[in-house]
């Protein structure tokens, strides 16, 4: 009979090989460093555009021969450095005449070199300790924010007899501008009220008038009257709350006989939704107004359409079109009718997941730097 030979304990440096390994992980959420670096060079990109976009670079153009990068280093270092509080500025400023200062000399007559430097890298790890104190506060009402906004859209389309819909949105940041809806319009419950709606800007801004567009929709629908009355509701709060018409919303209004397959519109500048037929043909719902918030005389017209069964109606925001890839080349409305025209037959649900699947594929790892939502809506 063989005696059992005992299993040998792990070696110290393996603990220590694993440890590292499962710290590293833990700190790269297991990327690869090919994406780390793209990712690097992504945010590396979008920071540049933040500070370069308050640089005078007329100035910077007229700065002949090798003062010119030293001008433009400099410019951009002012606008950093203008980012941060008084106390925090000077805490920056200290640290880099530490890293720049050699050594100390201590008197007394006794000569001992201190290296600065040590402390200008402490002074630094202060001053990014309490700047993510700040992030990490930041996030966390931003995320507060983003349930609160989570709750204000539909998470699952209406039940309709005889057609399918499908809506998603995604925001650029924690929170954005855009919002989608459909529900029976309370004063005609035999209706169905379609929303789309892009407010400009994004993050915290659009995303608090995004809410009061909600709930103004919300209170006009439930009053008797046309899509047009309740473009011009909308349009008389949306341009009390727009900054003088700087933070206009476009939007997209529809409401459905699901009975007929007749669509009733009203496209107040938003980008004209694709409404492919199961003949093969695809039409444009174009404009009909001015955006709402540009003015509160804005004159609204509605338009009407039918869709017969197979007929697929293809509502989005310019954060689809718009989105950019690393090399900052758009995605474009071409590409976007491309893939419509390839999954004409498909579901609701499979299209719109073919689009932003197709997106995604297109951008790679490049930052969204906006808002992207679309809403699908097919006749079985």
Request: proline share 6%; glycine share 8%; net charge neutral.
């Amino acid at each position: 009979m063989a005696t059992p030979t005992a299993t040998p304990p792990p070696r110290r440096g393996h603990k220590f090989g694993e440890a590292v390994r499962g710290f590293w992980h833990g700190v790269t959420e297991g990327a690869e460093l090919t994406q780390l670096w793209r990712q690097f060079v992504s945010e590396a990109r979008s920071s540049y555009d933040l500070y370069s976009r308050e640089v005078d670079w007329e100035k910077v153009s007229a700065t002949r021969g090798w003062k010119r990068p030293f001008r433009a280093a400099w410019a951009l270092f002012q606008v950093l450095l203008m980012k941060l509080s008084p106390a925090r500025r000077v805490l920056l400023l200290l640290a880099l005449l530490l890293l720049a200062w050699p050594h100390v000399v201590v008197a007394n007559k006794v000569a001992v070199d201190i290296y600065p430097g040590l402390l200008g890298v402490l002074l630094l790890f202060v001053l990014l300790a309490l700047e993510l104190a700040d992030r990490v506060t930041m996030k966390r009402d931003l995320e507060i924010a983003r349930d609160i906004q989570t709750r204000l859209l539909p998470e699952q389309p209406p039940q309709v007899p005889g057609w399918q819909l499908a809506f998603r949105t995604r925001a650029a940041n924690t929170v954005g501008g855009d919002y989608y809806d459909a529900f029976p319009r309370p004063a005609e419950p035999r209706r169905l009220l379609v929303v789309v709606a892009d407010v400009a800007g994004k993050s915290v801004p659009a995303a608090l008038l995004m809410a009061t567009f909600q709930a103004s929709l919300e209170a006009l629908a439930a009053l008797p009257g046309t899509l047009v009355d309740l473009a011009v509701g909308l349009n008389r709060y949306t341009s009390a709350h727009s900054l003088d018409g700087l933070r206009f919303t476009t939007a997209f209004l529809a409401e459905l006989n699901p009975s007929t397959g007749a669509l009733e519109y009203v496209n107040a500048g938003h980008n004209a939704p694709f409404l492919l037929r199961v003949s093969g043909a695809c039409e444009r719902l174009e404009a009909t107004s001015l955006p709402l918030g540009i003015s509160t005389d804005t004159a609204f017209a509605g338009q009407s359409v039918g869709m017969d069964p197979g007929d697929a109606l293809v509502v989005f925001s310019d954060g689809a079109i718009e989105a950019v890839n690393e090399r900052g080349e758009e995605y474009g409305e071409q590409r976007f009718r491309d893939v419509l025209a390839r999954l004409r037959g498909a579901g609701a649900q499979n299209l719109l997941e073919a689009i932003f699947f197709d997106v995604d594929r297109y951008v790679g790892l490049a930052r969204q730097h906006d808002d992207i939502t679309c809403l699908v809506l097919r006749r079985d």
